[in-house]
């Protein structure tokens, strides 16, 4: 089965699966607290989009060469997919945050103004997600993991 020796398929998959994981312990040692919920949220710190593609494009860049087209489109996929999670996602995260003090307002507004608080929080309000995209620095040390991560499982399972 070819889809078992995809190296950079693989690689790829492990830099999500790694840089997923590796934000509950960077969360706790920033926070001091566990927040399991992390394994499969977008946002935080490592990207595990910039993580995953630059594993995808280095492991392409192992198997075939630099100087190969589908090293090229992996490469342009990457910066693609790295500028579109620390810029558009990024300030769709903002604009939520915005949002979310607008309901926020408007519920004190309501709350004073009727018998609103007596409704279920669910129904009050139903919270945008504000970690949308990622910081800059988090999409760097993201793509970061998918490079070394791709690197260290190139070394250990295909010398």
Known sequence: MELFSNFPLWASLAGIFFAQFVKVPIQYIATRRIDWSLLTSTGGMPSSHSAAVTALATGVALETGMDSAVFAVSAVFAIITMFDASGVRRQAGE?????????????????????????????????????????????????????????????????
């Not at 608080?117 to 040390?141: A, R, S, T």
């Open 95 to 159: 604009q939520a945050i915005v949002l979310n003090q607008l309901v926020a307002d408007f519920g004190r507004f309501a709350q004073e103004a009727k018998g609103w608080q007596d409704k279920p929080e669910k129904e009050k309000q139903k919270e945008l997600k504000e970690l949308l995209g990622h910081k800059p620095i988090e999409v760097f040390f993201g793509g970061l993991t998918g490079i070394l991560l791709t690197l260290l499982l190139h070394y250990l399972l295909l010398r």
